[in-house]
């Protein structure tokens, strides 16, 4: 009843809608949406009812609720001015109702970020992002599906249902069928699609066809393999020195994530076994000698990169991501063998290894007064590094370091003989424990 009753104020007191659509580029594709008149047309008009809502939220919420119905609403205006929204209309409109049915019907708090929840009446899993509000998150909703194809008695029609809840998400992009994410993410904006939550969306769909003789699923397996057949920003593929490579994030063409690429060759392979597909399996060998390349270009020597660019390394993974990594090695080791079989040892070692810690030492800079500390780490950590004379700490310095060398300056303290004490604890919680006698 609120809804209505707000939809009727803000026509009464609007200007003429054709004014308005040409001031706002989402209210121009929803005319253009009613225009065509049928099904379309009739839900573009339920589309600005909750669009007119939304602006009213954003207006009258206050607080974190408010912050993210404004980027849910920014989030719709560059779809709409970048040409978008009319072919991803039902997404884009899912997204802003269920924002609205969060934070303005139900008036509820923002969660912490990351926090996945799903809607009365749907499965489909919306994950928080802070400032974003709540958004269909596609390797979530396939990860799912893939996991309730190994229930051995499912309740009658419930995979069927999800699967049906998520392909009506699906959007055409470029021809292939794309599951994309509507929020702003590593440089791209609202619109970009994953190749390791595509793969693993094509694996669901592949296995679900397969076990229900049902082509709907399959057919939309196979019409989402086009993505690995073209470059970026549409497409996820990229060519290395012996074949291509898939991204994470089709908007991050340099950004090479080691366990994205993993996930997506496995993802590709699974498809191909379930289906037959020769194109999924013409892409997974051409992949794999780029990846029997790349990947152990990931290992360290005491932990995993988490990105690397196409000519450099990238940061180290965190804790979890370096044991999912870790997993998927293991899997490419079932089915290619080596290198990946060794990588996979070495990343279990890793974590079973603390932070080495080397060529500690200090520098006098008499003319500034100052003492500069340095150290080399094996690999990330937390870090406390103390100058201590007879026991007390004179100087101390904390928080997490990245592997490498890393330097500290303090002011110089009164001569005499000091110990420079380096102490690390690995993301697994291993100590190590490094010093260095200097005298001033």
Not at 179 to 204: D, H, L, N, R, V
Not at 380 to 406: F, K, N, P, Q, Y
Not at 410 to 423: F, I, Q, R
Request: glycine share 10%.
């Amino acid at each position: 009843m609120r809804r209505a009753c707000l939809a009727m104020l803000v026509c009464v007191l609007a200007v003429p809608a054709g004014a308005r659509a040409a001031k706002d580029p989402v209210l121009t594709t929803l005319s253009q949406l009613e225009s065509r008149g049928g099904t379309i047309g009739a839900d573009a008009q339920g589309w600005r009812d909750e669009y007119k809502t939304a602006k009213v939220a954003a207006r009258k919420l206050r607080g974190t609720p408010q912050a993210n119905m404004r980027g849910v609403l920014a989030n719709l205006t560059s779809l709409a001015k970048r040409h978008l929204l009319g072919s991803r209309a039902y997404p884009a409109f899912l997204i802003l109702q269920r924002n609205l049915e969060w934070f303005y019907d139900d008036r509820r708090a923002a969660p912490a970020n990351a926090t996945r929840t799903t809607f009365e009446g749907s499965e489909v899993i919306f994950q928080f992002y802070t400032g974003y509000g709540w958004q269909l998150q596609p390797l979530a909703n396939f990860g799912r599906l893939n996991g309730l194809l190994k229930l051995r008695k499912p309740a009658a029609g419930r995979l069927e249902k999800f699967a049906d809840d998520l392909l009506a998400t699906g959007v055409q992009r470029r021809g292939s069928l794309a599951f994309e994410y509507y929020f702003p993410w590593s440089g791209g904006k609202p619109g970009w699609i994953s190749g390791m939550a595509t793969a693993t969306g094509m694996q669901a769909f592949g296995n679900l066809g397969k076990r229900d003789g049902d082509t709907r699923y399959t057919n939309a397996a196979r019409s989402m393999i086009g993505v690995f057949k073209a470059q970026p920003p549409w497409g996820v593929t990229v060519q290395g020195q012996a074949g291509p490579s898939f991204l994470l994030y089709s908007q991050s063409p340099s950004v090479l994530v080691g366990n994205g690429f993993a996930q997506a060759l496995i993802g590709l392979d699974n498809y191909g076994a379930a289906t037959g597909d020769p194109d999924a399996a013409a892409l997974v060998d051409a992949a794999l000698a780029e990846a029997k390349r790349l990947l152990p270009l990931y290992d360290t020597g005491a932990w995993s990169l988490y990105d690397r660019s196409p000519t450099k390394p990238g940061v180290e993974s965190d804790l979890s991501y370096h044991q999912l990594f870790e997993g998927f090695l293991e899997i490419l080791c079932t089915k290619f063998g080596e290198p990946f079989c060794g990588e996979a040892d070495n990343f279990a070692r890793y974590e079973k290894e603390p932070v080495a810690i080397t060529s500690v030492a200090t520098k006098i800079l008499k003319k500034r007064k100052r003492i500069v500390a340095s150290f080399l780490l094996s690999k990330r950590g937390s870090i406390r590094v103390t100058l201590e004379r007879d026991g007390s700490v004179v100087r101390a310095w904390s928080g997490g370091m990245l592997r490498g060398r890393h330097t500290l300056t303090w002011t110089l303290p009164p001569k005499g003989d000091y110990e420079l004490v380096v102490n690390a604890t690995s993301l697994n919680g291993i100590a190590s424990e490094a010093s260095y006698i200097t005298t001033l």
